[in-house]
C-alpha cells in the first residue's frame, strides 16, 4: 500500500520562498500529500499547494510579483487604507500595515475564499494574543486565517476573527508538523526559521535583535517539539542570511537553496525504502 504523506510548511517570511524548491521536487516525485499544516508563510505556500498549484505555478507567481520593485509598490498602493478613517483606526500606526488587504493584494487567484474549497486539507496556525495560546483553522473562512497566520507582531496589524485578536503562527508553533502527525505516514517538515548570523558583523539595530531574538525562541520551541515527537523527514534549506522581510531578493533566496530539491528527492526515496522494508520483530 502506497504511504500517505503529510507536509509542514514553517514559518520564516521571505526565507519561506524556498518552500517553493520543496513543493517542486514533491511535484517531481508524483507526491501528493494527503494532508498539510503551515505557519506564517508556510501557511501561504501550503494554501497554495492545497488549493492544487504545481511547485512552478508557486514560483511563477511569486517571481512575478517580487521579482520588480514596481510591481511590489503596485500591489502595496492596492493594499492601501480605502479611506482616512481606517488609516487611522486605533490611532496612526504607520509601521503597522494591514495583512488583510496586502495578502488580497498577493495571493494568486488559485486560492479560494473557504477551506472547504481547498483539494487537501489544510491546518493554519496563529497565535491566540489574550488568550495566550494556539489557534488552528480548518474550516470555514481562509483568507482571514492566513492573514492571522503571517500577522507578524511590529510589523502587520493583529487580525480579529472569532472574538480572538490573532498574531503570526510562527509565535506558538514554527514549524507544526505535530498537527499532521497522525494523518499521514510519512511527515516532512521544512524548517525555514534561520537564525541570526555574524556574516557582515555590524552591529545590529533594534529591528535586527527584534527579529533576531524571535527566531532564537522559535528555535527553541522547535528542539522542545523534536524531544517529544519527529517527523519523519526534517529538511532546514540554508536561509539565515535573510532576514524576514527579504521579498525582493527572490532570485538569490531561490539560488542559495536550490539545493534542497534534491535533498528532499533523497529524503522521500529513503523514507519510502524504509517504509517498504519489512518489519523486525
Known sequence: MTPRFGIAFGGGGARGLAHIHVIEAL????????????SSIGAIMGAGMAAGMSGRDIHDHARSILGTRAQVATRMWRARPGTFAEAMEGGLRVS???VERILKAFLPEAVPETFEELEIPLK???TDFFGHKLAVFSEGELHSALAASAAIPAVFRPVARGGRMLIDGGIYNPVPFDLIEHDADITIAIDVVGAPTE????????VD?????????MQSIIANKLQQCRPDILIRPPVSRFRVLDFLKIDAVMAETAAVKDEVKRAVEAALESHYQPKRH
Do not use: W
Open 124 to 126: 493554519v496556525t496563529a
Open 199 to 206: 556574516e557582515e558583523r555590524k552591529r545590529p539595530t533594534s
Open 96 to 98: 503597522q500595515f494591514n
Open 27 to 38: 511535484d517531481e516525485l508524483g507526491v501528493r500529500p494527503v494532508a498539510i499544516a503551515g
Open 209 to 217: 535583535l527584534m527579529f533576531g531574538a524571535t527566531q532564537l525562541m
